[in-house]
């Protein structure tokens, strides 16, 4: 079992910020855990715009504090998230989000990150992987 607490992340490689400066998250769930997916708490910040495209990843979203504007970029549909609700980038979708207020939301990804991704210039995340578990064990 595994217990943790979002501030005993603060400080650690479990904290990244982004080079963009538009967004931080606290990787709570990562590969190296083995489980299948990754689970991260990610804040946006007000005034930023952040485009994205998980092309190796599908990844939902549940927001929990502030509002931002998801717009997808395949269709061109946009929706006002809001805390409460969740969207789901089942189809790798192009998308970017415009964050009206600090936007905080819980993010899974699959296959799981590994906590050392950040956006490249077409805003995808590299299809990274950890090295196998120990002979014996399961884990790395």
Do not use: Q
Not at 56 to 77: F, I, K, Q, S
Not at 83 to 89: A, I, Q, S
Not at 122 to 132: F, I, R, S
């Amino acid at each position: 079992m595994i217990v943790r607490t979002f501030d005993e992340l603060d400080g650690t490689e479990r904290h990244v910020k982004a080079a963009s400066g538009t967004w931080e998250s606290r990787r709570i769930v990562l590969a190296r855990e083995r489980v299948g997916f990754s689970l991260h708490e990610t804040v946006l910040y007000a005034g930023t715009e952040t485009s994205m495209w998980y092309a190796n990843h599908v990844e939902a979203v549940v927001c929990t504090e502030g509002e931002a504007v998801l717009t997808d970029h395949e269709t061109g549909r946009t929706y006002t998230i809001v805390p409460g609700t969740m969207y789901l980038l089942d189809g790798h979708e192009r998308h970017s989000l415009a964050v009206k207020r600090d936007f905080r939301c819980l993010c899974v990804f699959n296959p799981p990150v590994t906590g050392r991704e950040d956006h490249d210039a077409n805003g995808v995340y590299p299809l990274l992987t950890e090295p196998g578990p120990a002979p014996g064990t399961g884990r790395a």
